[in-house]
Antibody, heavy 120, light 111 residues
């Protein structure tokens, strides 16, 4: 059974940093691309970033480009999102998500999410 | 404003058929990129509903079907049930943005 467990969310002041982690199990982690997708309270889904199986292909939404960095450690079956210069508009539930392809294309499994609140 | 446009809401009575549209452009759906559909029940994480335009993952009832034509795609739900009440999102890839893109979501109400 595919399991994606996010951690690292919390309350953070504007301008500060936070690092999200996602522990993956139940599938061959290094054979698939991975994503971070967020959902602001009461809003729709917003793709944040995706990373290919060997980290050679990485993409970001314009809204986070230059501030967020996605990475993965295939030896640890883990996905990360380093979030710097956080803004109030980054407040959202952040989902770790598994792709069914080698490069960022779609999502076939979702975690339960970790909540990030940016507020002073 | 989302690159993929969906109606904010649709509704139907139990047993009826509804469709949800997803309109893109020549840099995403029209460029041949596949469309995926997700269902998000209240208070839960999204779930893959339709893969590669029209394929249903294992466990998804055949009441759900997807199609794609030109720069648009559609999700059809037949024999509406109360448990179908959820938010539905389409998703594709955009070559101009070099990013995965989601529609704004459609809230389905079963009257």
């Amino acid at each position: 059974e595919v399991q994606l467990v996010e951690s690292g969310g919390g309350l953070v002041q504007p301008g500060r940093s936070l690092r999200l982690s996602c522990a993956a199990s139940g599938f061959t982690f290094d054979a698939y691309a991975m994503h971070w997708v967020r959902q602001a309270p009461g809003k729709g889904l917003e793709w944040v970033s995706g990373i290919s199986w060997k980290s050679s292909h990485i993409g970001y939404a314009d809204s986070v480009k230059g501030r967020f960095t996605i990475s993965r450690d295939n030896a640890k079956n883990s996905l990360y999102l380093q979030m710097n210069s956080l803004r109030a508009e980054d407040t959202a539930l952040y989902y770790c998500a598994k792709d069914n392809y080698l490069t960022p294309t779609m999502v076939d499994y979702w975690g339960q999410g970790t909540l990030v609140t940016v507020s002073s | 404003q989302s690159v993929l446009t969906q109606p904010p809401s649709v509704s139907g009575a139990p047993g009826q058929r509804v469709t949800i549209s997803c309109t893109g452009s020549s840099s995403n759906i029209g460029a041949g990129y596949d469309v995926y559909w997700y269902q998000q029940l209240p208070g839960t994480a999204p779930k893959l509903l339709i893969s590669v335009n029209s394929n249903r993952p294992s466990g998804v009832p055949d009441r759900f079907s997807g199609s794609k034509s030109g720069t648009s795609a559609s999700l059809a739900i037949t024999g509406l049930q109360t448990e179908d009440e959820a938010d539905y999102y389409c998703q594709s890839y955009d070559s101009s943005l070099s990013s995965v893109i989601f529609g704004g979501g459609t809230k389905l109400t079963v009257l």
